[in-house]
Structures are given as structure tokens and as C-alpha cells.
């Protein structure tokens, strides 16, 4: 095809855009990201193929149901959250809305769907590079492996396309490769039949599903009397943003609730599995202002989807601050169950469960002061807002 056809003119304009919102919201997180990086830059440059485990793992042998199940599961979870997350910018915009109803750009639009899912696929070639890097280095490649890898690949782009939305003849596939490759080594001579036949059967319905439509999802039928949240004031703000929650950032609410709630376990195990009690007041400190600092992402996500909402709100009486008020609210009681659930938890461990149940109170209310000032304005409009958020993180975890 000539560079100016249709595809290649969509492609530029859709890269571009991708190119531009990608790298504003990682702008957002850079402070954050440089730390992590500082943290674990040593580690992943000694062992660059850690990046590659779930390949790996595949290669170095069979394992258990559970390891593979395991394995398996973080690999496609990391696919179908980063595509998520991308997913308006994968879209293209209000732009690329418009130009799908021109004349050139109907037969190429399903390709530039499908190369734009591929693009914001590219970050994944690091661990598929590093892990090629290392079976070369090793023994190479044996036909098991070349079938599951052929899996792997076919279920990474099924959940992709997943995450965009609007997958419907993809959803039965991928639970049953993905059933399929848990029990990779079990299956004897017949394994890399059975895996290729799956690859196979997944890879035509998906290359179909990308040929026949783009990928927006398609659009719901609404009711005329489609019940909405009921309640009188507070409790019908809370029933709506908790259904902002679901409807529109599941990507966001789901990965960062089990990240708290696996910070909070971690800081429990660690005192009673490992048996640091003296160490009890730290961990429960430091878990404590974790925790927060990842419940407080919670209020960008309310801020953003605010935006557009703000004119209408401004009109009615205390209309915004209700909206705020209500945001801080579920946020704080989000952090709360969290806390009453780990003090739980310390309670049933005697004999040091009610000393350490002490301190998750005490310095759970702490950093419950701390949370609503992380959810400020200025935080979430500021360029460098995350980089705010750690400095009142910091300071408030040294005075109080």
C-alpha cells in the first residue's frame, strides 16, 4: 500500500494521539515511577529475566496446576489492566470517531483498530525479548514450549481484545485455553497437539472479531425506566459514585483495592507469620500509610470523571461540595473496612493480637487525618501532583 493510503494516514494520526495522552499520564506517575525504579534498578539489572517469569516458567518445565494457574493469570491480568487502562487512547478520540463515517477510512478502519491494539502492546516486548534472551542462552526450545508459547501469545492478544471491549465471541474461548495451558505437562504426547489445536481455534475467531469491527464497544440499549441509585441526599451520592466506580474504572477499582488489602496482609503476616513483634509498630505504621497512598488514587479517578459535570454543579446549591463530600466519604470508608478488617485479623492471633490491634487503631486513625488532604485540588490538577502527594506523605509519617 502507497503511504498515503487510508491506513497508513489513520495509523500516523491514531499513533499520534496515542503518543500524546500515554505520555501525559505517565508524566502523572514519573516521580513515582523513578522511585520504584531507583528501588528495584539493581535487582532487575542483575537479573534482567525476572521481567520474564510467567515465559519462563512455561519453559523451564511442568509445574503444578497452581504455579501455572498462577503464572499464567499475572501475566494476562498485566495485559487486560495496561489495555484498560489505555483503552480511550487505543480509541483514537473524538477525531478518530469521525474519521471512521468517511468513505476510505470504512474498509481501513478495522486494520488500524487492530494495529493500534498492537502498538499499546509494544511495552510487553521487553519481557518476550528478555525471555527469548534467555532460552537462547539455555537449551533452547523444545516443541512443549513452542506449543505453549504459541498459547501464551494467542491468549495475550484474546485478553487485549477483551479489555477494549465488545469480545463477546472471545469470552468462552479464553477461559478454556486458559483451563488448557494450567495443565501444561499433564497432558503427555498429546500436549502440543491440544495446545496448537487451541491456538489455533482462538487465533481464527480473534483475527475475525478484529477484521469485523473496531474496537469501541457497542453501545447499550438503555431503558426508559431504568432504575438509577435512590436515596435521600449523602446516600444517593455514595450509590453513584460507587456505580462510577464499577461501570467505568473496574481497571482501576478492582487491581487497587487487592493492592491495599495485599499491603495490609502482608504488613499482618509479617508480624505473626514471620514473628516480628517487636517490629509491630513500624510495619503497622508503614502499612498503615501505604495503604493510603493507594486508596488516594481513588480521587483522580473522581476528579476526572467530575470534569465535565462541574458547570451542572455549580449551579445547584452546595451542589460541588456535596459531590466532594461524598467522594471523600467513600474513599475514607473504603480505608476504614479495610483497617477494621486487618485489626480483625490481629485479634484472632494470640497472644500479641490486641497489642497489635492497638496500634493498627492508632495509627490507622493517623493516617485517616492524612487521606482526605491527599484528595486536594491542587493535587490532582498540579503536573506534579504525585510528587506533592509524596511529600505530604512523607512529612505527615515523621510528625505524626
Known amino acids: 500500500m502507497a503511504p498515503e493510503h487510508p491506513f497508513f494516514l489513520l495509523l500516523r494520526s491514531r499513533r499520534a494521539w496515542y503518543r500524546r495522552q500515554s505520555f501525559a499520564l505517565y508524566l502523572r506517575y514519573a516521580h513515582v515511577a523513578a522511585v520504584l525504579l531507583a528501588l528495584t534498578g539493581p535487582a532487575l539489572a542483575e537479573r534482567p529475566e525476572v521481567l520474564a517469569a510467567p515465559i519462563l516458567h512455561f519453559w523451564r518445565g511442568a509445574g503444578s496446576l497452581s504455579a501455572n494457574a498462577g503464572w499464567a493469570f499475572a501475566w494476562l491480568a498485566c495485559v487486560f489492566v495496561w489495555v484498560r487502562v489505555h483503552r480511550a487512547f487505543i480509541g483514537g478520540g473524538a477525531l478518530a470517531a469521525f474519521a471512521r463515517s468517511l468513505p476510505g477510512a470504512v474498509r481501513a478502519g478495522p486494520l488500524v483498530d487492530a494495529a493500534m491494539l498492537l502498538v499499546s ?19 533452547g526450545a523444545g516443541e512443549p514450549f513452542a506449543a505453549r508459547a504459541a498459547l501464551l ?19 468462552l474461548l479464553l477461559p478454556a485455553g486458559f ?8 497432558l503427555g504426547a498429546m500436549e502440543p497437539v491440544a495446545l496448537l489445536a487451541a491456538a489455533l481455534a482462538i487465533a481464527v475467531v480473534l483475527a475475525r472479531l478484529l477484521a469485523s469491527s473496531h474496537a469501541q464497544p457497542p453501545p447499550r ?3 426508559a425506566g431504568a432504575p438509577g441509585p435512590r436515596g435521600p441526599g449523602s446516600a444517593f451520592l455514595l450509590r453513584l459514585q460507587w456505580i462510577v466506580l464499577l461501570r467505568r474504572h473496574p481497571h482501576a477499582l478492582v487491581p487497587r483495592i487487592a493492592l491495599a488489602a495485599a499491603i495490609m496482609a502482608a504488613c499482618v503476616w509479617m508480624i505473626f507469620g514471620v514473628g516480628k513483634f517487636e517490629e509491630s509498630a513500624a510495619f503497622v505504621k508503614v502499612g498503615c500509610w501505604l495503604t493510603i497512598a493507594v486508596m488516594s488514587g481513588f480521587y483522580y479517578l473522581f476528579w476526572t470523571t467530575r470534569q465535565p459535570l462541574e ?5 445547584l446549591p452546595h451542589g460541588l461540595r456535596r459531590m466532594v463530600l461524598s467522594e471523600h466519604l467513600l474513599v475514607l470508608g473504603a480505608t476504614c473496612l479495610l483497617f477494621a478488617l486487618a485489626c480483625a485479623a490481629c485479634l484472632l492471633q494470640p497472644p500479641h493480637g490486641e497489642k497489635v490491634a492497638g496500634q493498627m487503631l492508632r495509627h490507622g486513625a493517623a493516617s485517616l487525618l492524612v487521606l482526605p488532604l491527599l484528595g486536594l485540588p ?9 510528587l506533592i502527594k509524596v511529600a505530604v506523605l512523607a512529612a505527615s509519617f515523621v510528625v505524626l
Open 311 to 315: 458547570p451542572f454543579l455549580r449551579s
Open 121 to 139: 502492546l509494544q511495552v510487553f516486548l521487553l519481557p518476550i525479548g528478555l525471555a527469548a534472551w534467555t532460552i537462547a542462552r539455555g537449551s
Open 153 to 171: 501469545a494467542v491468549l495475550t492478544l484474546g485478553a487485549a481484545r477483551l479489555a477494549l471491549g465488545g469480545a463477546h465471541a472471545i469470552k
Open 179 to 186: 483451563a488448557l495451558l494450567c495443565g501444561a505437562g499433564r
Open 221 to 223: 440499549r438503555v431503558r
Open 378 to 386: 491542587l493535587i490532582q490538577r498540579h503536573q506534579d501532583g504525585m
